[in-house]
């Protein structure tokens, strides 16, 4: 059962995954300018020698022969050469995909472990200060463009001086020694996980309080209060586990908003995440590497709501007998 | 009587930006690409810089259009022969903030609702489509929605605006922006929609329509489609902040309409030098304007929202 369950979750996991990679290598493929266009401007460089250097990188072959090569390498683990850098693709991105999942996952376990007590407060004790404050407070945060509190606290951290604002380590590289080089950069992810998390947390905050609210409503709630089982139990034993249920899948889709504004926090904060890597090879029209890193980004997120679906399967019992 | 109360505060806000923006010939005192490369960064309310003027209501300035069409040289207020007046103070070009605030609010607002307007045509038709006519043409759209929606909309907008050229008027490139950030964004309101008319296909007066011969064209038009207008306004008070946003993303990449022209992201990509915006707070002016504009529009759609609920429950 959880076999076949599993089974057709990866399926249609990897067609999306396949239909993404088709999408995107023909839009890119058929865009105008190319990489090697530039060069064409330059009169020491002949027509020949472009010939040559296209050919070096099998640009003249068919579109379907090119995605064939690309896409039968990205099976091996292969993404291609970066036609900018002329190292492999997955050189580049893997250690930056590496620092962006560092302050995306811990953003979101930050999140989920503000989001989780202050819900599960403001849903039970509706007449208190904290619940009736956390309305407009959320709202207000859900309005305030992330560029603006991006820009505000690197702002402060700049006119302040107590926190690190940019990059991953202090001047001078990494500093020797493990315990020496994760407390550096422990200090430089302060900033820009606070501001990944404030993105998340009003969304985060208003479902998790909903979904308790709606679970609390239930029927089988008066009963137990009715059998003698105490507030605080029936909080945290049933009535949360009856709401994990839409929260398990938010957990998913949340993944998305965030490595969205991961990528502007990277740039922001000069983090060496996949931000600045992307923008570049926007920028320049490395297709290679475009195409590799969205679709590293989807894998995030199809890997966000495939583990959302295995735990909603390990959490909801209504999900094993369909 | 508190929703129709912050449906009013909401209202009148967001209207007072746009009436502003529209006109933001008329409120802005300078040309948003003039430069006075004499008093770069002037910090806000220099008056007078030059010593011998003041500020003046009513002046007579630059040439602007009004809506595209008619032209103008009227300006609220400015400053008098030989003065001058910066009251957001001036960017490092020397150009006034003020006027660029006002002027690329029309880039940037333009851009969002232009691409609102076409995610929400895109979603209404796409939705429509696959909701009423289900089978084949429903799992192939809704199939083709997930695959938007698969990818973070970040990567998807800067990957769309990679595979399009780059060395373009700013009217096309702005078009070309607009229409990115528009494409990219149908599928959630595609995915509402279609649930909507799912429900609505089903309902007794549809069958008996149907059942006296209604055409399909008819039946949407008359009975499907108007059941989508709350859930297409609502979109809409969510679409257009986010597009304004999206606008101003691309532009503080430099991937949006370029320079000279002012747009609220390229007035704000100056944060991209920190050091700058710290010792020139004003070169967040822009912020100032997005920030009431953002929560006015999040106001408006969540009292619609709440609205729409108690009307259908």
Known sequence: MLKSYIARRLLNSMLLLVAISMLSFLFLEIAPGRFLDEMRLDPRVSPDTIYAMRQQRGMNDPLPVRYGRWAGGALRGDFGLSLAYGV??????????????????????????????????????????????????????????????????????????????????????????????????????????????????????????????????????????????????????????????????????????????????DVLLGWPGLGPLFLDAVAVRDTPVVISVLMLSALFLVAGNLAADLLLYACDPRIRTE | MRARLRLWVAGSVVAAIHVLIVFAGFFAPYDPTEQHREIPLATPFTINAKGDGRAEWFTTGWRYRVLGVVTCSRHLFGASAGGQVFVLGTDPYGRDQLSRVLCGGQISVLAGSIAAFLALLLGL????????????????????????????????????????????????????????????????????IRGLVLSAREREY????????????????????????????????????????????????????????????????????????????????????????????????STLQQRAAAGSG
């Not at chain 1, 996980?193 to 404030?198: D, E, K, P, R, S």
């Not at chain 1, 208003?206 to 679970?215: F, G, I, N, T």
């Not at chain 2, 532009?251 to 320079?259: C, D, I, M, P, S």
């Open chain 2, 125 to 192: 038709v796409f939705g429509t489509v696959a909701g009423f006519y289900g089978g084949w043409t429903d799992e192939i759209l809704m199939r083709l929605a997930e695959l938007f929606l698969a990818l973070p909309w970040l990567y998807l907008l800067l990957a769309a605006r990679a595979a399009l050229p780059d060395s373009l008027t700013p009217g096309q490139t702005f078009l070309l922006v607009a229409s990115i950030i528009g494409a990219t964004g149908w599928a959630r309101p595609a995915r509402l």
């Open chain 1, 88 to 265: 492999p693709v997955l050189n580049l991105a893997l250690p930056r995909m590496r620092n962006t999942l560092l302050l995306t996952i811990t953003a979101l376990v930050l999140a989920w472990v503000i989001c989780l007590p202050c819900g599960v407060w403001t849903a039970a004790r509706p007449r208190s200060l904290a619940a009736r404050l956390s309305g407009p407070f959320t709202s207000l945060l859900l309005s305030v463009p992330e560029l603006l509190a991006a820009g505000i606290l690197l702002l402060l951290a700049l006119r302040t001086g107590y926190f690190p604002a940019g990059g991953m380590f202090s001047p001078g590289g990494r500093p020797a020694g493990t315990i020496r080089a994760v407390a550096d950069a422990s200090r430089h992810m302060l900033i820009p996980v606070l501001i990944l998390t404030l993105a998340v947390v009003p969304l985060l905050l208003r479902h998790v309080r909903a979904a308790l609210e709606s679970a609390s409503g239930a029927p089988f709630v008066q009963a137990a209060r009715g059998l003698g089982i105490p507030e605080r139990r029936l909080w945290l034993r049933h009535i949360l586990r009856v709401a994990a249920n839409p929260l398990i899948s938010l957990m998913g889709l949340s993944v998305a908003g965030l490595i969205s504004s991961s990528l502007l926090v």
């Open chain 2, 206 to 301: 549809v069958h008996a329509a149907r059942g006296f011969g209604a055409s399909h064209w008819y039946l949407l038009t008359r009975h499907i489609v108007p059941e989508t207008w709350g859930v297409l306004l609502t979109q809409a008070g969510i679409l257009i902040p986010q597009f304004i946003m999206a606008e101003v993303l691309l532009a503080f990449f430099g991937l949006g309409v370029g320079e000279p022209v002012p747009s609220w992201g390229s007035t704000l990509s100056y944060l991209r030098q920190p050091w700058l915006a710290v010792t020139a707070w004003w070169m967040l002016a822009p912020l100032l304007v997005m920030l009431p504009l953002f929560l006015g529009y999040h106001a408006l759609a």
